[in-house]
């Protein structure tokens, strides 16, 4: 009876402590910035005009603004119906058409909105920046868990102990042999529930590591040239199909050959920008990192430039996917309409690319699960005509839609072939 | 409903109880590591040392532990310095060019990938092949990544300079100069050559062709007046009557031939006619495992067979001494007799005077203008063995001053190669093109090796007005030139053979956009002709049948020699591929033999098939009795095969085989050269011999035989549920018999209409979107194999070697099984190609431990590589043995070089060579050790064509797809496609098809997706008296089953 109740007690305080230290954190909510970033960045500048128009004041341009989200979450639709100054953006732009962006729901656009408007003039003052950075942390509250479990756990225990100590007084006047106080750490339950959580949680952190090998995220090698994606994507917004020009017909964005760099570079030959800084901190001179570029094109400035004098420029390659893992850009950009940033990152604000996500299995499937598929505008699509259906008659929920999974994107081989 | 019993092997036959062990045990052999092997008790058994566990414990935590400390290497990303406007990194380009070895020309378009050629397709523009390919055009691609090839040229044996040898030949060429081809059908070429011809006065072209149609041409010559070959048309014969010519897998020009037949073949349920085929041999061959009729004869009475059918043909008597082969002539004649004007008859015999004969029988049967067309000619074979012989003698009189020598290698194909050999030393200059060290380049002072086809520019004229051309794919990877070239510089001109062939061309096409788009579409086709027959002039016939009656009396055993799909006359001796393809007929890889019959078996080697025991003991045991075959004095030791449906009285052997080590890695070991077996008979070289001596020497010597791998049991016996055979007039009578007999078998299931759902506990899926499927037509596949080749160049399938062949453990993914029925002297042959059945409730996919292989919602069974553990047991669950597994590491793929070495043999260290693994598809993944793996749709092709579709923004057709196997087909048996899409040609094929349509072991409720389509013969019979015998004794074992 009364080892039962001591093993009860000890298993008790264990499950507290254990409690305390498994409380995680819980995920952000995206916020307009974010959504910018991912959806809008590739074509839209706040400020500028780009592919797109500048977005600064475009909800005072949109006089009815369900009409704005009919248009951001379904461009060709509105096209469709004739909309008069929709028609006219549209032959502003030559006719480039906006990709439907049907996974945002209505609080995404506003939130987006927001932001735009949010974003200051390039030229005006920021107003309050420091101000705006006051409520960060608000909405975490693991320290204070954190801290209630200690006290609550400490608290168990001298009631553990008080309830041991009145036990034992109370044994003795009852006449009963006292019991030699056995010390914790000699406690055999002790020992057990301490080797039984080293085991579990050594175990998750050994095979967590041991899935971890082999992945680099953040993987940032110093490449030959001091190529700043800020600078041409950010700064100059220059489309990313630029140069990756293999990203909407094969497996490989590509990267670009020299003679693509040259294009530009025949005639830019300094770097006027903002200065720039490598990883270390020190400063780099652009001018000179565009002389190295002549070089390995075998270019000599004031003369005629030689193309088949050109050598290829060996980067170091950053995203390395398994063998076998079948990946394809134009699977993902073209027809699932997915954006650079998605898993690159926020490629135009980096001066050295990074890698931005882990590229582990997980994090593909994970994608596959939550992304919708681009059903609407792609005529390949028609052949799931139950889906359709359940669609239509409410079946499916239409805000959830279609996942990539329930079409067959998370089995093995769509991959692993 | 009644079935004839069809079996694989002489096991399944006499049901003996090693057949039946066997069938129900996917891996006969123990795992590797037995603790005590003087007591070699099973593994079940072996104690398992606690210190071996440990050690083996510590060893892979080390490893792990070393591979994980390791830093990550930096990888290179190398993008082009200037890229090409119209090439995207990872994605394939195809272009059109011509595979052409020594006369064969079919078009095909290359794969080119990131700069390589990685796969032949067939291409479709051309009206001779329609798409079609064989085994070896397959196979070329591996060609031109051997290691064996010449890499630059040499004078003497030793490296030296374009320029040095130029300088050095033009030096030492001297007259009279001979060039020495294999039949040449570019035009550009002949022209090259004759330019060439013409500098030196008194020079010739000489043309010489290991398999030698020279009878066909002279007789030709003699009844029509023109020594060519007329273009066949067997698509438009009703009958066609085969004496020996095994069209549909190396005479001639076998993949148009079969493309043609099988519309012959080919089934409409509404209107069930076909043609009708009998065939007449003396060694079991591809096409008579076809024919509907089959008769035997020996080699000696081909003759005596062709000159009584055109007896019978006009209305005379017949007198042959064989019974049998006389009703069958009788037979013959009347079919075509019945069909005059949509009638054929071909022979295989290189006899003038028995071609003649032929000659004479398809002009009374109306065959001219028909079914042969002379208004255009077959241009592939245009050797004459006597302008050869006149070569042989010049030489060795000494009055040939140089010889040059391009494709033709009579230093290995010539009969008396000896004599050869000789002359060529009395030649003064001898300069070689050949691409690889060959018998006859060997003897070659200068040797200016040529590129390969996918390396060239050049043209081909199979038929005449039909061009092909042939561009290149890829910079050449060796110092070599183009035999084209060569000839020009020396002929003294100033251009090359590219700016030859464009002017050549230019005015004939319309300039530089119609050079443009010959080469795009790769061929120029003429407007379609009127076929048309030819003066005929029977003046030679009767001298022709005379000299047919007094033809030599054959001996005791007569031999014939053959050539092989795979090997022809041993250009695919140096492909691994080619090597380790099963010979349709006699299920062998990586060997010649000599076939015999089981009657010749009986008294020759003592085994009586018939006898379970003794058939078990010559099936089971690889090492075969070797024969030792003497002909003239000359004589080889082969190991027997025991073919049925050969001749009791004949031998055949391959040739092909032992050829020079120098040629490559497979062919150490492979076989013996029996070209030196052949005679001259007259003018023209004869591959049979009448008399020849026949013993056994008492050794044995494996032959690496596939017949029995991959065996499976079949619950009811007789083999019903996999394979169902009718004849037309049972199916004229009878249409639904099949449709019947599934009902009946499922009746317990609910009947075929609700066999799906009530014949299992499991659940049944919605299949929205796609749903993959496959259909085999039965009727028109004709075993040929290149569908086999195919998925191998296409899936990255290892070559594994004779060794791990003969363990049973070859990994091709596609078999092509071989049943035969009824008498066992002369069978009937189905093939029925068998790859994994992508079942939808299929057994190997729940007994998977770590869910490697599971079911797609497109109804594909996939199997992930890099989750399977290796245990094997989704093989053992398969019903169909369709699963291979990595013995070893095939491919090199592991991290360990001591994985292969000493364990894999050099053929397949040869193939993990830098050079050879330019022919892996990018696409698919290398296997490594240890795991499963097995046939998948080619999903790598289903997923680039989904995208194609995605990308262009609507629903995908069926000519986005098309797997390997359907595309190399030359007969089109294989219809592939989304089934759920009514549209799709799998859909049509499906719905028209429902009487002659099964699944093979249906009764499972596994719910294969490939369907397969009955054999359906053009026989008279409804049920042929030797079948319906041997099923009554099927009957008796299968209620012993019960």
Same mark, same amino acid.
């Given at each position: ?417 | ?58 060893? !892979? ?72 390919? !064989? ?75 290991? %398999?030698?149609? !020279? ?42 031939? #079969? ?144 010889? =040059? ?37 060997? =003897? ?155 009657? =010749? ?52 052997? #391959? ?101 799906? !759902? ?144 000493? %364990? ?56 986005? %797809? ?81």
């Amino acid at each position: 009876m009364i080892s039962f109740r001591r093993f009860a007690k000890t298993s008790l305080t264990g499950t507290i402590l254990f409690l305390g230290f498994s409380l995680g954190t819980t995920a952000n909510a995206q916020d307009g910035k974010t959504l910018f970033q991912t959806n809008c960045a590739a074509c839209h500048a706040v400020h500028k005009k780009s592919t797109g128009p500048a977005l600064a004041g475009v909800e005072d341009r949109w006089t009815d603004k369900a009409k704005l989200h009919a248009w951001i979450k379904n461009s060709a639709a509105v096209l469709k119906s004739g909309d008069k100054y929709a028609n006219d953006l549209y032959q502003e732009y030559s006719k480039t058409a906006m990709p439907a962006f049907s996974s945002l729901s209505d609080g995404d656009i506003d939130a987006l909105l927001a932001y735009i408007k949010s974003v200051p003039a390039p030229g005006a003052a920021v107003p309050g920046a420091a101000a705006a950075a006051a409520p960060a942390a608000e909405g975490d509250n693991t320290l204070l868990f954190g801290i209630l479990t200690l006290i609550l756990a400490v608290v168990a225990l001298i009631l553990l102990q008080v309830n041991a100590n009145l036990k034992r007084l109370s044994d003795e006047r009852e006449g009963f042999a006292p019991v030699e106080p056995v010390p914790f750490w000699r406690n055999k339950a002790y020992i057990a529930f301490v080797t039984v959580i080293l085991f579990i949680v050594g175990g998750y952190l050994t095979s967590k590591g041991a899935m971890a090998l082999g992945r680099s995220k953040d993987y940032q090698p110093v490449q030959p040239i001091y190529y700043s994606h800020k600078v041409h994507a950010g700064v100059n917004q220059i489309n990313c199909q630029y140069c990756h020009t293999g990203v909407y017909q094969g497996k490989q964005a590509t990267i670009p050959s020299v003679n693509v760099c040259m294009n530009c570079h025949m005639n830019i030959n300094e770097y006027k920008g903002e200065k720039l800084y490598n990883e270390d901190g020190k400063e780099v001179d652009g001018t000179a990192e565009i002389k190295k570029l002549y070089k390995y094109a075998g270019f000599e400035e004031g003369k005629p430039w030689d193309a088949t004098k050109a050598k290829p420029i060996e980067w170091a390659r950053i995203h390395n996917l398994p063998d076998h893992v079948y990946f394809n850009h134009s699977q993902h950009v073209k027809a699932g309409q997915v954006a650079c940033q998605t898993c690159h990152g926020e490629i135009q604000k980096m001066d050295e690319v990074k890698q931005f996500s882990d590229l582990s299995m997980g994090w593909c499937i994970n994608c596959h699960r939550e992304t919708k598929v681009q059903f609407k505008d792609n005529g390949f699509y028609s052949i799931y005509e139950k889906y359709h259906q359940d669609l239509k008659s409410g079946k499916i929920d239409s805000a959830k839609g279609i996942t990539v999974e329930k079409i067959g994107g998370t089995e093995c081989q769509k991959c692993h072939y | 409903m009644e079935q004839k019993k069809h079996w694989q092997s002489f096991g399944e036959l006499n049901q003996s109880d090693a057949y039946n062990k066997d069938v129900k045990d996917e891996f006969r052999e123990d795992l590797p590591f037995v603790a005590d092997e003087s007591k070699s008790t099973s593994f079940l058994e072996a104690k398992a040392p606690r210190r071996d566990f440990l050690k083996y414990l510590g060893f !892979s935590t080390a490893a792990a532990a070393a591979a994980a400390s390791c830093e990550m290497p930096i990888k290179k990303a190398i993008p082009f310095a200037n890229k090409p406007e119209d090439v995207v990194p990872g994605v394939s380009k195809y272009y059109a060019t011509t595979y052409v070895q020594d006369g064969d020309v079919v078009s095909v378009l290359a794969k080119v990938r990131d700069g390589r050629p990685i796969k032949i397709e067939g291409n479709d523009l051309s009206p001779i092949t329609k798409g079609g390919t !064989s085994a070896r055009v397959q196979a070329s691609v591996l060609d031109l990544y051997d290691t064996a090839r010449l890499r630059f040229p040499t004078i003497d044996g030793k490296e030296v300079t374009f320029e040095a040898i130029d300088k050095a030949v033009a030096g030492a060429i001297s007259g009279p100069v001979v060039v020495l081809t294999s039949t040449v059908t570019s035009p550009s070429t002949k022209a090259t050559i004759d330019q060439f011809v013409a500098k030196y006065p008194g020079s010739r072209h000489v043309t010489y062709d290991a %398999i030698s149609y !020279s009878g066909m041409l002279l007789a030709n010559e003699a009844t029509y007046g023109k020594k060519a070959i007329p273009s066949y048309h067997f698509e438009n014969a009703k009958a066609i009557v085969s004496i020996g010519a095994d069209f549909l897998g190396t005479w001639l020009s076998p993949v148009e031939f #079969a493309r043609q037949y099988a519309t012959g073949k080919k089934l409409d349920e509404k209107n069930p006619e076909m043609s009708k085929h009998i065939h007449f041999e003396a060694v079991a061959s591809l096409t008579g495992s076809n024919a509907d009729e089959k008769y035997l004869h020996r080699p000696s009475e081909t003759g005596a067979v062709v000159a009584a059918l055109l007896s019978a043909v006009n209305g005379q008597a017949v007198t042959l001494s064989d019974a049998k082969l006389k009703a069958g002539v009788e037979k013959a004649a009347k079919a075509l007799n019945e069909h005059k004007g949509a009638a054929l008859v071909v022979c295989g015999s290189n006899d003038v005077n028995v071609q003649i004969i032929v000659n004479a029988i398809n002009e009374a049967i109306g065959a001219g203008g028909k079914t042969i067309d002379w208004s255009v000619t077959l241009q592939t074979r245009q050797g004459v063995d006597a302008d050869f012989t006149q070569l042989v003698g010049d030489m060795n009189a000494g009055s040939v001053g140089t010889l =040059l020598v391009y494709g033709a290698n009579p230093a290995y194909t010539w009969y008396d190669a000896a004599q050869f050999k000789t002359g060529l030393k009395k030649v003064r200059t001898t300069v070689s093109f050949n691409t690889k060290m060959d018998e006859t380049t060997e =003897l070659c002072k200068y040797v200016v090796p040529d590129h390969h086809y996918l390396e060239s520019w050049g043209d081909a004229e199979p038929v005449t007005g039909h061009y092909s051309f042939i561009q290149p794919t890829i910079y050449p990877l060796f110092k070599t030139r183009q035999w084209q070239d060569s000839l020009l510089k020396w002929s003294g001109a100033t251009t090359d053979y590219l700016a030859f062939l464009k002017t050549f061309w230019s005015a004939k096409v319309g300039g530089e956009t119609g050079w443009d788009k010959a080469l795009q579409d790769g061929v120029i086709n003429p407007a379609a002709g009127v076929a048309a027959g030819a003066a005929f002039n029977g003046g030679a016939v009767a001298g022709a049948v005379a000299a047919a009656g007094t033809a030599k009396k054959g001996g005791e055993v007569e031999l014939v020699l053959y050539e092989k799909i795979a090997i022809g006359a041993g250009q695919g001796a140096a492909n691994p591929w080619l090597q380790e393809l099963p010979d349709p007929v006699t299920r062998a890889t990586w060997d010649n033999y000599v076939i015999i019959s089981p009657a =010749l078996a009986r008294t020759l080697l003592h085994i009586d098939l018939n006898n379970g025991g003794q058939a078990d003991a010559y099936e089971v045991n690889p090492p075969k009795k070797v024969v030792k075959v003497t002909v003239n004095g000359k004589s080889v030791e082969l190991p027997a095969l025991i073919i049925p449906g050969t001749h009791p009285n004949t031998i055949g052997i #391959a040739v092909g085989y032992g050829r020079s080590e120098k040629m490559g890695k497979s062919v150490v070991g492979t076989g013996k050269n029996v070209f030196p077996l052949a005679s001259l008979d007259g003018a023209t070289v004869n591959f049979t011999n009448v008399n020849v001596t026949i013993t056994a020497t008492g050794d044995k010597y494996p032959v690496a035989l596939t017949q029995t791998h991959s065996r499976y049991d079949t619950t009811q016996g007789n083999r019903t549920e996999v394979m169902k055979e009718l004849t037309l007039a049972e199916y004229k009578a009878h249409p639904t018999e099949i449709r019947e007999e599934r009902e009946a078998e499922l009746k317990p299931w609910g009947g075929l209409e609700k066999f799906e !759902s009530q014949g299992t506990i499991y659940p049944v899926y919605d299949r929205p979107g796609i749903k993959w499927g496959m259909s085999v037509d039965l009727n028109t596949c004709n075993g040929c194999g290149a569908c086999v080749v195919a998925c191998t160049a296409e899936n990255n399938v290892s070559v594994v070697g004779k060794p791990e062949v003969l363990r049973g453990h070859e990994m091709q993914w596609l078999r092509i099984d071989r049943y035969f029925s009824g008498d066992m002297d002369n069978p009937n042959v189905v093939f029925q190609p068998m790859m994994c059945q992508h079942c939808d409730n299929a057994p190997c996919e729940n007994v998977c431990p770590v869910a490697a292989t599971n079911h797609s919602s497109e109804g594909l069974n996939q199997m992930t590589y890099n989750r399977c553990i290796g245990t094997r047991y989704c093989a053992n669950n398969c019903p169909y043995k369709v699963r291979r597994f990595n013995w070893a590491d095939y491919n090199g793929s592991d991290s360990f070089p001591d994985n292969q070495v000493g %364990i894999v043999n050099d053929v397949v260290l040869d193939m993990s060579d830098d050079l050879t693994r330019m022919v892996l598809n990018p696409d698919v993944t290398v296997r490594a050790r240890g795991v499963i793996e097995k046939c998948s749709f080619c999903v790598q092709r289903l997923q680039a064509s989904k995208l194609v579709a995605k990308n262009d923004s609507r629903p995908m057709v069926d000519s986005d %797809i098309k797997v390997a196997c359907q595309q190399a087909c030359p007969t089109n048996a294989i219809t592939f496609g989304n089934a759920n899409d009514a549209n799709s040609a799998i859909a049509k094929a499906r719905v028209e098809n429902p009487n002659r349509q099964f699944y093979v072991l249906e009764q499972l409720h596994v719910l294969p997706n490939v369907t397969y389509m009955a054999k359906v013969r053009n026989l008279e019979e409804e049920h042929p008296a030797a079948g319906a015998k041997a099923e009554g004794a099927g009957k008796k074992e299968a209620a012993a089953h019960q």
